[in-house]
């Protein structure tokens, strides 16, 4: 099992439009971000959680033309609006994509992207819509799932498990509870949510991610969803052994990670 980061941005992405780099060096092709998603690959399978408005940029990137399941964690604009995008791989197959949602963010992508779900005006379907539930087994993979506080909604914090080994996908959360601590606890490989270093209303700071990755015991931590003041080389000097920042493009393989 391993992790694909397609997009470690916020959902502005890094730069911002008008060549907006904040503290970020241009200079330093890590520091370009598009926004936030990655793939959950096992045995020939993956698994999209999200689909940014970049997903058409990052699939081209990563040479990725087949997908076996989606899965959202929210329905804001960031995680969600490259959805029509997922046409193109419908068209390859002829086949609706599975894809999955907590009931609160289902209802809210069939309400705007009905086409997606239902086709019309001769056009197909292009996924199937299936609700997500506390545990499934989703492309030979065990998904277990928490509400995680997002401001004033709620994410959809994901732990996939295969024979023993966990990655988490926690991102779009404003302070941790109990509950996702439970659930994430032991994990080999954490993905966190580490917008800033400040707090905001919305998402983590990098504080509050170090604490998450010390209080479930990650056995590795990689920072995502992340704003245009954290350099990448910078914040390469300043964290601690066992957690580093994210990229577009970086794939951590289980395999290195110690059990």
Known sequence: ????????????????????????????????????????????????????PDLRHQLLREHIGALDAVIWTHDHADHTHGI?????????????????????????????FDYVFEGGDGYPATVSAAALGDEQAICGLTVRTVDQPHGPVLSTGLRFDLQGRSIVYATDFSHFTDE??????????????????????????????LQLAEQCGARHTVLTHMDKTLDYAALCLELPEGVEPGYDGMVVDLDRIAP
Request: one cysteine or more; aromatic letters at 4%; charged letters at 25%.
């Open 1 to 52: 099992m391993k992790a694909i980061l397609l997009g470690c941005g916020t959902s502005g992405g890094v730069p911002r439009i008008g060549n907006d780099w904040g503290e970020c060096d241009p200079a330093n092709p890590r520091n370009c971000r598009t926004r936030v998603s990655v793939i959950i690959e096992h045995d020939g399978q993956r698994i999209l959680v999200d689909t940014s």
């Open 84 to 112: 029509d995008d997922l046409r193109a791989l419908f068209h390859r197959t002829r086949q609706p994509i599975a894809g999955y949602a907590k009931d609160y963010t289902l209802h809210s992508l069939i309400t705007r």
């Open 180 to 209: 996702m601590v439970a659930l994430y606890a032991g994990c080999d490989l954490l993905i966190t949510d580490c917008l800033r270093h400040e707090k905001h209303p919305t998402h983590a700071s990098l504080p509050m991610a």
